[in-house]
């Protein structure tokens, strides 16, 4: 597995992470516990060490015992704490969570700890009042590095990560990027880069890039606003991706993300092993050709209100 150091971290990581979240997670839906420590112990024999979930999730518990028996300092763990609440978010409850987090996981620190799916209108009162508390919970050594989480499907243009990027505060973000919304490029990877700021990816493939009645609706949805051709909204992916050694079209999305100069872990969320391996492959395999990288820049320069989902 590819491994890249996540920005001023320092961390060394697997380029792909396990995300224990979206729609097909592990320990989703009938998927017994065991296929899921499974997956877990599978995700380590293929090389990757990133592993990302989050109270909101319900994965820490299942994450937290597979790894039981995995040297602590063998992983890089991340979770997160719900923001998006009726009321507004209370310093000891950001505590209490942290806490029932770490009994979850089974460890006495997480690498790094998020706030999750910050709105824009949230990201002020959460800094001054909530940022605070982060950071004496890192003295205390129970958080290794701060991170923070867009809601990239509300915020698809990633107003308020360009909003916490102008303060030093953050040692990791994680940004939806993908074929189709790709603004973060313009955005977003600017100003991580000249912070030297870990990135992880979200929405590298979701339906849009995985089901192909959505794709092609959510092309026909584009076209119609003048933001793509209405030829790829006919042809779809194909003419772009002509002559190129690509398994799937979910194959091509991640190779074209984790290529994208600013990106670090590209996240995988599946509760399945054998879908785990395909994305494996896809990480270790090699670029895209530099023509094909361009017509997908080009087709989809206009975009930047769609998540993919």
């Known amino acids: 597995?590819?491994?890249?150091?996540?920005?001023?971290?320092?961390?060394?990581?697997?380029v792909l992470g396990l995300g224990a979240g979206g729609d097909s997670r592990l320990g989703s839906g009938r998927i017994a516990e065991a296929e899921s420590l499974r997956l877990v112990r599978a995700a380590i024999e293929g090389g990757v060490n990133f592993f990302d979930t989050a109270e909101a999730y319900g994965t820490e518990g299942l994450l937290g015992k597979a790894l039981r028996e995995v040297p602590r300092d063998s992983v890089v763990l991340s979770t997160k704490k719900t923001t998006r609440l009726e009321a507004p978010l209370?310093?000891?409850?950001?505590?209490?969570s942290l806490h029932a987090s770490l009994e979850r996981l089974g460890t006495d620190h997480v690498d790094v700890y998020h706030l999750h799916g910050v709105l824009p209108d949230h990201y002020a009162d959460l800094r001054e009042r909530i940022v605070p508390v982060l950071l004496r919970l890192r003295e205390q050594g129970k958080i290794r590095f701060l991170g923070i989480t867009e809601a990239f499907a509300a915020d698809p243009t990633h107003a308020m990560l360009e909003r916490a990027l102008r303060d030093d505060l953050w040692d990791v973000v994680m940004v939806g990027f993908n074929l189709l919304n790709q603004s973060a490029r313009a955005r977003v990877f600017p100003l991580t880069q000249a912070k030297n700021i870990g990135t992880l990816i979200m929405f590298a493939v979701r339906r849009a890039l995985s089901r192909p009645d959505r794709l092609r609706e959510l092309l026909g949805e584009l076209a119609a606003r003048g933001k793509v051709s209405r030829e790829l909204a006919a042809d779809g992916l194909d003419a772009l991706l002509e002559g190129e050694d690509v398994a799937s079209l979910p194959d091509?999305?991640?190779?074209?993300?984790r290529d994208e100069p600013g990106a670090h872990v590209i996240l995988s969320g599946t509760s399945s092993v054998a879908h785990l391996l395909e994305n494996v492959r896809s990480i270790e395999a090699a670029p895209l050709s530099p023509g094909a990288r361009e017509r997908l820049i080009e087709a989809f320069a206009q975009v930047d209100d769609v998540s993919g989902h």
């Open 1 to 14: 597995m590819n491994r890249i150091i996540l920005g001023r971290t320092g961390l060394t990581v697997s």
């Open 90 to 96: 209370r310093a000891e409850d950001v505590v209490t």
């Open 252 to 257: 091509a999305a991640y190779r074209f993300c």
